[in-house]
């Protein structure tokens, strides 16, 4: 492993140790001496990348929201008309629900930091602006927006449900907030 300055994957590890140690001890938990650890750079590193806590912060959430903003792009970007949207949706959802638990507790985070610190609500503005621009092509802004918001609280409730609900009555819920009729089965 490359060593000082000439580390270029440095910065980038200090990024993931952050999500990492947010998914493990929370915002509050996350100090500069515990990223150094965890990255395995030294602690100096920190401030030679970032400038203090918010901009490693903001940094390590705004390559989070990016992530998950991808996720829309790749399952909604195949579709070609609103029947095979719903279905993209609905696979979002599932996809977003069964996986890492990581990305669920870190999205929370964000939303936790988002509401108690007003300068983090711009991470998501821009990540609801960017997940609806992707559903506005295939539905309209109205719906749009009760989209991305059925998306995270499906995902939400499916993931800490001990018995989540099925497919179809996720494609259902789709549906209805959609308009859209519901393919043959």
Known sequence: MATGRTDPERRARILAATLDHIADAGVAGVSHRKIAARAGVPLGSMTYHFTGMDDLLHEAFTGF?????????????????????????????????????????????????????????????TWMHRSRHVLQQHFDADTARQLDALIEGLALHRSLDTAPQGRDLTLLAVTRITGTARPAA
């Open 65 to 125: 929201a990016a992530h998950i903003a991808s996720l829309f792009e790749q399952h909604l970007g195949a579709a070609t008309d609103a029947v095979q949207a719903c279905e993209a949706v609905t696979d979002l959802i599932h996809t977003l629900s069964e996986g890492p638990q990581r990305d669920l507790v870190i999205t929370q985070e964000l939303y936790t930091l988002a509401a108690r610190r007003p300068e983090y609500r711009v991470l998501t503005q």
